[in-house]
C-alpha cells in the first residue's frame, strides 16, 4: 500500500520488518531440526515464548512483540514444518509438534519460561504448561485443544471455514492464501498485502502443502484438554478471544474457570484478535504478564 | 515486495564486537567472506536487495552497520574519523573469526574498506568501492569539489539527524536516489526509527560532524596512496550519483594498479538498491573470478 501523504503515512504503513525492528533473526539446529527464531527484549528478563498456530508462522505475532518486549525477553519460533523450519516431522500430531517445541524452548531458555499460545499453539502451550510447573503465566488465544473434532464440525460456520482454508494449501496462489487468511479476520478489509505475500512465499515452499494436510488430518483425539486436566494447571491462565471467535464463549469461560483463571473479549475481532486488533490484545496481554512478574 | 520478504532466509545477528554490540544482516554458510558497509548515517537495510543473492553466488555475506549507525552501537568517547571505523571493522572480523573478507563498500563504506586495506592489506581480499567516499585527486578542480561535498553531505545529513520527521528523513533519501520513487515508505519508516533511537539522538550529531568534518580530510586517499594500493579493485559508479563525479571514480580505478571500473545507468548514490539485478550480478562476477 504505497501513500504518499506526508505525517500520517508512517502510523498507516504496515511493514513486518520495522515491527521487528531491534530483534534478532536466526536459524537454531535442535536435534537435527533446522528451526528459525526471533528474539527481542532485555536479555535477562525471564523468557516469554509465543507459539503460533496452524498453517501459521512466527510472524502471526508482528503486532505484539515490541509491545510484549518492553516487559519481557520475547522468543517466537516457527513449529516444525512451519514457516522456515524444516519439514522434518512425520505424523505432525501434536506430540511431535510438541517434542519438537519443548526441544527448541530448554535449548534457548532453559525450563523457566511462560507461554502465549494461538489456536494450535495454545493446545501445545497448555500441555507444556500442565507438566512444566515452573511455567507461571499461560495466556491462550482463541485455542484449539478443548473441542473434539467431531464438536467442532458441527458448527456449519467452522465447516465451511475449514473447507475455503484447505484450498490455501492445494493450490497456494495469493488469492487463495488470501482467501484463508480472511476466515480468521472478522474485517476482511483489515487483510495486510505483505502478510499475504509472505504466507504464499512460505506455502509455495516444495513440501509445505504435505506438512499443512498432515496436520490437517493428525488424529489429535488423546491430546484432548479436559477440565479435570485444567484443574491441576499450577501456572495463572488467561484466555483472550475475539468477539466474533468460533469457540464458543461457554466453552472458554469454563475452562478459564477451572483452572481459576480469567477471560477476556476482544471486541472487533475473530480468530487473530492479537492481530486484528492489537492496541486492545497487547494492553490486556500486557497487563498480565508485567503485573503477575512485578 | 518488502524489507522482510526480500530477506527471508537471511538472518539479524548481533555480535559483541570488540565490546560495541553489532548488527549484521547475514546470509550464506560457506565459501569466502563478503562484508558490506553503508554510507554515513546508514544501515544494513540499504543491502536488503544484496544479501541473499550474493550469498546465492556461494559467499558467506555479512551487510553491517558501522559504529555509531543502524543498531550497532554508537559510542561517545571514540572520534569518528576513518581509523574509528576500520578499528570497528576488524573488532567484528575479530569476533566473528574472519581473517580475511571482500569488501563491498558504498560511500562512507567505500572509505573503510580503502582505508583498511591500506593499514591492514592482510585482512582484505578484494575491494568493491561502489560511489565511494575517501578519495582526494590532486587536481585544483576536485580538490575544491570533495571539499564541496564533504559541506553537502554535511548539511544535507546534519539536517535529517538534528530534528529527524518523516518528512526529513525522505527528503535526504530522496537525495540519495536517481528515482525519488526509490524511496519507500518503509525504507522511510525504518530510518526515522533509527534516528529516533535514544543512542541515536546523542551520537549522531557527533558522528556527522566528525565523519564529514576537518579532521577526517586527513585520512582522504590521495593519488600515491592509491597508486600504492595492491588490492584487486572494482569501482562502481553511477549516472546520477550526487556526490562525487563519475571522473573521480574513472580516475581512481586507472590509478589503483588493479582498479577495474563499471558504470550503473538510471541509479543515484545507491545502486545496491536502485538496480539490483546490474549490482549483484556486477559484484558477483567481480568476486567469483
Not at chain 1, 531440526?33 to 523468557?47: A, D, E, N
Not at chain 1, 490455501?168 to 492464501?177: G, I, K, L, M, N
Not at chain 1, 485444567?230 to 469454563?254: F, K, N, W, Y
Not at chain 2, 526515522?192 to 550529531?205: G, H, K, Q
Request: proline share 4%; net charge negative; hydrophobic share 45%.
Amino acid at each position: 500500500m504505497a501513500r504518499d501523504d506526508g505525517l500520517l503515512a508512517p502510523l498507516l504503513v504496515m511493514s513486518i520488518w520495522t515491527d521487528f525492528a531491534g530483534s534478532s533473526v536466526s536459524f537454531v539446529e535442535v536435534a537435527g531440526v533446522r528451526t528459525r527464531v526471533v528474539q527481542l527484549g532485555p536479555q535477562g528478563g525471564r523468557p516469554l515464548v509465543l507459539l503460533h498456530g496452524r498453517g501459521g508462522h512466527l510472524e502471526t505475532f508482528h503486532c505484539n512483540v515490541q509491545e510484549l518486549a518492553t516487559h519481557r525477553r520475547v522468543i517466537i519460533f516457527d513449529l516444525l514444518g512451519h514457516g522456515l523450519s524444516d519439514h522434518a516431522g512425520s505424523s505432525y500430531d501434536i506430540g511431535e509438534l510438541r517434542a519438537h517445541a519443548v526441544a527448541v524452548i530448554e535449548h534457548i531458555a532453559g525450563t523457566d519460561y511462560d507461554l502465549i499460545g494461538q489456536s494450535l499453539g495454545g493446545w501445545i502451550a497448555t500441555l507444556v504448561a500442565l507438566e512444566n510447573a515452573k511455567v507461571r503465566q499461560l495466556v491462550l488465544i482463541e485455542p484449539a485443544g478443548f473441542q473434539s473434532e467431531g464438536e467442532r464440525m458441527s458448527d456449519p460456520k467452522v465447516r465451511a471455514a475449514v473447507e475455503k482454508g484447505g484450498r490455501a494449501f492445494d493450490t497456494p496462489t495469493e488469492a487463495d492464501v488470501a482467501l484463508r487468511f480472511a476466515q480468521l479476520l472478522l474485517n476482511k478489509e483489515s487483510i495486510d498485502p505483505e502478510m499475504v505475500a509472505l504466507r504464499t512465499r512460505l506455502y509455495v515452499q516444495p513440501g509445505a502443502g504435505a506438512v499443512h494436510k498432515a496436520v490437517r488430518t493428525a488424529d489429535n483425539a488423546q491430546w484432548l484438554v479436559t477440565s479435570e486436566n485444567m484443574s491441576t494447571l499450577s501456572a495463572q491462565l488467561l484466555i483472550v478471544r475475539g468477539d466474533h471467535g468460533h469457540i464458543p464463549e461457554a466453552l472458554l469461560s469454563s475452562v478459564a474457570a477451572s483452572a481459576g483463571g480469567q477471560l477476556t473479549t476482544i471486541p472487533q475481532a475473530k480468530q487473530w484478535p492479537h492481530y486484528e486488533n492489537p492496541v486492545a490484545a497487547n494492553a490486556v496481554i500486557g497487563d498480565f504478564i508485567k503485573e503477575t512478574t512485578a | 515486495m518488502s524489507f522482510w520478504i526480500d530477506s527471508l532466509g537471511a538472518q539479524v545477528n548481533y555480535y559483541n564486537a570488540g565490546g560495541w554490540r553489532t548488527r549484521a544482516l547475514e546470509a550464506g554458510t560457506e565459501g569466502e567472506h563478503v562484508i558490506m558497509i553503508g554510507g554515513l548515517s546508514g544501515h544494513v537495510e540499504g543491502f536488503v536487495r544484496n544479501v541473499l543473492p550474493l550469498a546465492e553466488r556461494g559467499f558467506q555475506v555479512h551487510a553491517i552497520d558501522a559504529l555509531g549507525h543502524g543498531f550497532t552501537d554508537k559510542p561517545l568517547d571514540v572520534t569518528y574519523n576513518a581509523p574509528a571505523f576500520t578499528d570497528h571493522l576488524l573488532r567484528f572480523m575479530d569476533a566473528r573469526g574472519i581473517e580475511k573478507a571482500h569488501i563491498v563498500g558504498q560511500s562512507l563504506g567505500g572509505w573503510i574498506g580503502l582505508h583498511t586495506a591500506q593499514h591492514f592489506p592482510e585482512r582484505i581480499d578484494k575491494i568493491v568501492f561502489a560511489t565511494g567516499a575517501g578519495v582526494l585527486l590532486s587536481d585544483e578542480a576536485s580538490k575544491k569539489k570533495s571539499e564541496e561535498v564533504h559541506a553537502a553531505v554535511k548539511n544535507v545529513t546534519q539536517k535529517a539527524v538534528g530534528a529527524p520527521t518523516y518528512e526529513s528523513v525522505k527528503a535526504r533519501l530522496e537525495w540519495l536516489m536517481a528515482d525519488p520513487a526509490s524511496v519507500t515508505d518503509e525504507l522511510i519508516k525504518t530510518r526515522l526509527a533509527i534516528y529516533l533511537l535514544p543512542d541515536s539522538r546523542l551520537a549522531m550529531p557527533k558522528l556527522v560532524e566528525e565523519q564529514a568534518g576537518e579532521s577526517n580530510r586527513k585520512y582522504l586517499l590521495n593519488e600515491a596512496d592509491l597508486e600504492a594500493l595492491p588490492h584487486e579493485t572494482l569501482v562502481i559508479w553511477t549516472d546520477k550519483n550526487p556526490t562525487t563525479p563519475v571522473e573521480v571514480g574513472m580516475k581512481a580505478a586507472e590509478l589503483m594498479p588493479r582498479g577495474e571500473f563499471a558504470l550503473i545507468e538510471n541509479a543515484g548514490h545507491w545502486p545496491m538498491f536502485e538496480q539490483p539485478a546490474d549490482f549483484n550480478r556486477l559484484v558477483g562476477d567481480f568476486l567469483s573470478k
